[in-house]
């Protein structure tokens, strides 16, 4: 198994016209979040937002270790 530090996840993006679907998995919990957005709007607020969704549900469900 890989190491990974906190707060490494995979990001997948996934072009569907005007839209864009990004994805965000925990690999050490394998918990998955995803949101949908606008291909005007840059990969680092893409991220930002999907990354910020993913940690809100592993806080919510205490699978996130705090620092």
């Known amino acids: ?3 990974f530090q906190e707060g490494s ?4 993006f996934i072009s569907m016209g005007k839209s864009v679907k990004v994805s965000a998995l925990d690999p050490v919990s394998k918990h998955e979040v ?3 957005g606008s ?3 840059t990969k ?3 991220i930002r937002v999907v990354v910020q ?3 809100y549900m592993l806080d919510k ?3 996130r ?3």
């Open 9 to 12: 996840y995979y990001i997948e």
């Open 1 to 3: 198994m890989s190491n």
């Open 39 to 41: 291909t005007h709007t």
């Open 44 to 46: 680092n607020e893409l």
């Open 34 to 36: 995803s949101i949908v």
């Open 53 to 55: 969704k993913l940690e």
């Open 65 to 67: 270790r705090r620092r």
């Open 61 to 63: 469900k205490n699978l």
